[in-house]
């Protein structure tokens, strides 16, 4: 595999709380390979957003990177000044936002927010709207040259996503982050989005990192898989592995409370018992010991290796050791 | 925008009209014969009821009411039976100078209360910003007239830098300007605190909204997204609250008036409830009235060009 355009080395993520230190995320391996999608899928809670927030470096004031590194395009993010920041967000790296009610300001109109984040390139305002535009057009949104001078709330909020998903790759980044982009919106308009997402994909050809918990969601869009639990990536692999080999209990227990693979009418829908531990006092051992069927003693007393399963297939658990 | 500012207006006009109905009545409900108070205690019912027919007080008070709106629509406030001269007169000679007061106090206090409020919200909870807020509140907290009385001891009497009393020369541009620094700055002192205080709420609540994220996420330049995109959100309560607040001052703005022995509309309307000259007190609180509409209407018109979906939704 050539030089992945983001590597995320052993990262842990802290925040620091008055009831303690959140430990967020622990030692993440994740690679996003040029012009590959890769899908981040876990509960609420799990850490997905504090990956992204540390990715592009917007993280909340209380978060602390304790230990790793997060290199893009070779470059160490941590190690970059504020500016060199400014220069790669916007440019080398974008993003959707989960909520598109609210991602775009309100006052100013949509052609002046896309103007805006090419305020870089070197050509007339004239040449920005065109290229605006013409991107307006491409995500669907029609009779898009006069749509230019409106503001946000005279768009829906499909619309809206289009319009955030259009600037976000009016920047040709190498690299688009989406922050459960589909989340807010309707099912119909959920499975527009995505196959928008995916043959702008195959049109750019740049990476995506993209976070769901909606599991077909990323089946239908990513080529590889990352399973986050309780701030640690407890299994990632290529989208097949994750999806027909799962290796990691919490993976296989994740798949089956999908409601779309229920076959019988039933009363209650699969859950996974438990809680999610405390992220202040974690367990000694496994993070995921107390939820799990096949916990042994073992699991309970020891951090569990990372087993490799098959090629870029790899999961966190005793279980799998030969 | 045209669409908004009509309706905007017409609202005004109505507010108006209510407004003047509202002060003829409660002028005329309460006790007192104003014949009576111009004539003094000498006067025979005769001439009161002279007097009483001159002024239309014999009609019924739908009628008066009617006559009165009709005659302040033609700019007529009535005469001021006193010094017989008409009150619109006496009341716009005075409405220059508070109108310059009021506007160069507010002015100054904006130009540094805003940039004021939007530095503590970008660097909060530092020492500038803690600095900046003890400044606020502190100023926010002393009268008015207590400011004015020391600003003129410190810097009329004892530094003697600028003139302590009256308004200057009329035609004397210089001499007008020296005369409004110490009013200008007492009456200001406080809203630059005020402004602050509002502006750093405002923008600090705007900052952590989802879309000035999308900007720094596209790596938009701080000063573009504090200055453009988060300051025309969060300048709209402090639009509002100029609006009511010059409207107020207007007729407010008293204190500093009379300390500084300056003419304007506060000083007229104190000295004319003082001598009960109804008249005068009517014009004066009803020109007062009038600018007070006029200055939310404008405000509320600004708001409207810096947010499309105020003006849309009216």
């Not at chain 1, 799990?46 to 917007?58: D, E």
């Not at chain 1, 909520?99 to 052609?111: C, E, H, I, K, R």
């Not at chain 2, 405002?202 to 999308?214: A, K, P």
Request: aromatic share 8%; proline share 6%.
């Amino acid at each position: 595999m050539a030089e992945p355009v983001l590597d995320i080395r052993n990262l842990s993520v802290n925040y620091l709380t008055p009831r303690g230190t959140v430990k967020a995320l622990r030692r993440i391996n994740l690679q996003v390979p040029s012009a590959k999608v890769v899908g981040l899928v876990g509960e609420s809670g799990c850490g997905k957003s504090t990956l992204i927030s540390a990715v592009i470096r917007l993280m909340a004031e209380n978060a602390r990177v304790a230990a790793g590194e997060i290199r893009f395009t070779g470059k160490d993010m941590q190690q970059l000044s504020s500016r060199d920041l400014r220069a790669i967000r916007g440019r080398d790296m974008s993003m959707v936002f989960q909520d598109p009610m609210t991602a775009l300001n309100p006052v100013f109109t949509v052609g002046r927010q896309m103007k805006d984040i090419q305020y870089r390139d070197a050509v007339s305002g004239k040449e920005k709207l065109k290229r605006a535009s013409d991107m307006l057009s491409l995500v669907g949104i029609p009779d898009a040259v006069s749509r230019l001078d409106n503001y946000p709330h005279h768009f829906s909020g499909g619309m809206r996503q289009r319009i955030t998903i259009a600037m976000a790759l009016l920047v040709q980044p190498k690299l688009l982050i989406a922050d459960e982009p589909t989340t807010a919106l309707d099912a119909t308009l959920e499975v527009q989005i995505i196959r928008l997402l995916k043959d702008l994909q195959a049109d750019f050809q740049c990476a995506i990192l993209f976070i769901s918990h909606h599991l077909n969601v990323i089946a239908e869009l990513c080529d590889f898989v990352g399973v986050m639990y309780a701030g640690e990536l407890v299994e990632k692999g290529s989208v097949r592995d994750i999806f027909h080999r799962p290796g990691h209990p919490y993976t296989r227990a994740l798949l089956e409370c999908d409601p779309s693979v229920i076959a019988e009418p039933t009363r209650f829908l699969p859950t996974i018992p438990g809680e999610i531990p405390s992220l202040i006092d974690l367990p000694e051992g496994c993070i995921f010991h107390d939820r799990c069927p096949g916990a042994a003693q073992v699991c309970k007393n020891t951090p569990p290796p990372e087993v490799s399963l098959a090629e870029h297939h790899t999961a966190a658990c005793h279980c799998l050791e030969v | 925008m045209l669409f908004y500012l009509l309706k905007r207006i017409g609202l005004a006009v109505v507010i108006v009209v209510v407004a003047v109905v509202l002060l003829y009545s409660m002028i005329h409900v309460v006790p007192g014969d104003p014949a009576s108070v111009i004539l003094g205690p000498r006067a025979t019912p005769e001439m009161k009821q002279e007097l009483h027919e001159l002024m239309g007080l014999d009609r019924p008070f739908v009628v008066q009411v009617a006559s009165f709106l009709g005659k302040v629509a033609r700019g007529n406030l009535g005469m001021d039976f006193f010094s017989q001269r008409p009150v619109a007169q006496i009341v716009f000679k005075q409405l220059d100078e508070t109108l310059v007061l009021v506007l160069a106090s507010i002015g100054w206090a904006m130009l540094l209360g805003i940039p004021l409020g939007c530095y503590s919200a970008v660097f909060r909870n530092t020492f500038s910003d803690k600095l900046v807020g003890f400044f606020s509140i502190g100023v926010i907290a002393v009268p008015s007239f207590v400011v004015a009385l020391y600003s003129l001891l410190l810097f009329a009497v004892t530094l003697k830098w600028l003139p302590a009393i009256g308004a200057g020369e009329p035609g004397q541009y210089m001499d007008q300007l020296q005369h409004l620094i110490l009013p200008a700055f007492a009456i200001g002192l406080g809203w630059v605190g005020y402004i602050a205080r509002l502006v750093r709420a405002s923008m600090l609540e705007v900052l952590n909204e989802n879309h000035i994220r999308r900007a720094r996420a596209f790596g938009l330049p701080e000063h573009m997204i504090v200055f453009q995109y988060a300051l025309k959100l969060a300048i709209l309560p402090t639009v509002t609250l100029l609006g009511t607040g010059i409207g107020r001052l207007i007729s407010s703005a008293v204190f500093a008036e009379i300390v500084f022995a300056r003419p304007g509309i506060g000083k007229l309307i104190f000295d004319s409830v003082v001598s009960r000259n109804y008249p005068l007190v009517m014009g004066a609180v009803l020109v007062s009235t009038v600018l007070f509409v006029l200055s939310t209407t404008i405000s509320d018109s600004v708001n409207a060009m810096l947010d499309p979906r105020v003006r849309e939704r009216l």
